[in-house]
């Protein structure tokens, strides 16, 4: 870690990052020598053929998987022995993550889909509450709390999901195709919505996109093609 400005803040770093599934298929190498760094405030997307590897990569980044070789570290601590308990303690505190479907929990209204990371902390439910609504009013739905994700529509449960990640206050969120299940115009309102949160409350994202219009409003764009990262 020499090689960045005096007081820019690293949220993550890979160096070297590989890894290939065993398959009865055959070897298929899902990341080769991946480096990457991430600065706090940084928005990046990246960009790939299905297939490419995107969706392992942000799984290895966001400490849900785990590389053959190479090292990260995330919110500047290496990451490399750290045990299970120890890496899911990081990721709750470090990172957030939007997926292309929202995984809400059906049964949970949006108030308390939001509220569920901080319950997971240990927090008390009413303060967990006043700050999922303070979430919920910030990507614009502070009159949906008491909706279930069945009464919602696509763009308005990928906006709970956003809002569930950042309730946390991660320093990056991860997104996989946050926008992909999304009419042009919803996916639109989406990436604006993206950006805004970026500028306001400084979260960094790393945003796997297939679109190119959205790729193109990102800081930084990498391509990923056959397990390699390099910058578009
Ligand atoms: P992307 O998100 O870019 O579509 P993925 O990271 O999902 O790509 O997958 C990259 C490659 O790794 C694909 O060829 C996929 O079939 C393979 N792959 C992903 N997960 C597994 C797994 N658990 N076992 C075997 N192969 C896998
Ligand atoms: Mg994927």
Request: glycine share 8%.
């Amino acid at each position: 870690m020499t090689d960045r400005a005096p007081g820019v803040i690293e949220v993550l770093r890979a160096e070297h990052l590989a890894k290939t599934y065993d398959e009865g298929a055959g070897r298929v190498e899902v990341l080769r020598d991946v480096s990457l760094s991430v600065n706090a405030h940084e928005m990046v997307a990246v960009v790939g053929a299905s297939g490419s590897g995107k969706s392992t990569l942000l799984h290895v980044l966001g400490l849900l998987d785990q590389p053959d070789q190479g090292r990260l570290w995330v919110a500047g601590e290496p990451t490399d022995h750290l045990g299970e308990r120890k890496r899911s303690h990081l990721r709750n505190r470090a990172l957030g993550f939007v997926y292309q479907f929202h995984h809400l929990l059906p049964e949970f209204s949006a108030l308390d889909n939001v509220a569920m990371p901080l319950i997971v902390r240990r927090l008390a439910r009413d303060e967990a509450r006043k700050q999922a609504r303070d979430l919920l009013e910030q990507v614009g739905l502070g009159n949906r709390a008491t909706h279930f994700p069945g009464q919602l529509s696509g763009g308005e449960r990928q906006r709970v999901a956003l809002a569930r990640a950042l309730v946390t206050k991660p320093s990056c969120v991860l997104a996989d195709e946050p926008t992909g299940n999304l009419d042009r115009h919803t996916a639109d309102a989406m990436f604006e919505l993206l950006r805004r949160i970026n500028q306001t409350l400084g979260t960094a994202f790393v945003i796997v996109t297939h679109d190119p219009a959205l790729a193109a409003l990102a800081h930084r764009r990498l391509n990923m093609l056959a397990g390699a990262l390099t910058a578009a």
